[in-house]
């Protein structure tokens, strides 16, 4: 079954809308989609490796356009309900104090976030709840998700056939190994 869903996606990687189907999982992953785009974006790059740029480029921009929805879904509903409710609890105080705190390490927040598994949508949201610069998230988004696609790309790009291979071989490992960072981005999201 692997074997098959993993041959469908390379094949869908060569379809005439595979860019768009890319971009429209990095754009939604970015704010409340929980599957990330190099799901994609790796057959992708694997299928047509002389593209590893423009596959890239494609994850970033909707990525980071993804956030930006993500970061205005924090900020409307923090202030349409979050802070009413605070407020009614005698706690909007304390919601100041933490959004000071995660604002002073916001950079490195979405930084990490985007850049590694853990779940870039919690970030976008939680920056936009707490009123992080607008510039500071955009500006270092772009940085976190140039680096992530781009090295994803730049390693694929150069060592394509060597990984295609070490992926075939290994399909149902790297399916599990997948899973588990995808599961343990979540549960480390519960716990924070």
């Keep these: 079954m692997l074997r098959s869903l993993y041959d469908w996606t390379i094949r ?14 990095a754009f939604i992953e970015s704010s409340f989609f929980p599957i990330p785009p190099d799901v994609l974006m790796i ?16 994850a970033l921009v909707a990525s980071v356009l993804g956030g930006m929805l993500g970061y205005a879904i924090g900020a409307f509903f923090y202030e349409s309900l979050g802070q009413p409710i605070l407020e009614a609890m005698g706690k909007a105080h304390a919601m100041e104090e933490f959004n000071q705190r995660f604002n002073d390490f916001g950079f ?11 779940p870039y949508k919690v970030i976008t949201i939680m920056s936009g709840w707490t009123g992080m610069p607008l510039g500071t998230f955009i500006a270092t988004s772009i940085l976190a ?19 295609r291979d070490f992926i075939e071989k290994r399909l149902g490992l790297m399916f599990t190994l997948f899973i588990l960072l995808l599961i343990g981005g979540f549960v480390v999201v519960k716990y924070i």
């Design 12 to 25: 869908l990687a060569d379809h005439p809308h595979a860019l768009w189907a890319l971009a429209i999982v």
């Design 43 to 58: 057959p992708m790059i694997l299928a047509r490796p002389s593209r590893a740029w423009l596959i890239a480029s494609v």
């Design 108 to 118: 490195w927040a979405v930084l990490t976030a985007g850049v590694t598994p853990f």
């Design 145 to 163: 998700r140039a680096l992530r696609f781009f090295a994803v790309a730049g390693l694929l790009w150069g060592f394509g056939e060597p990984i």
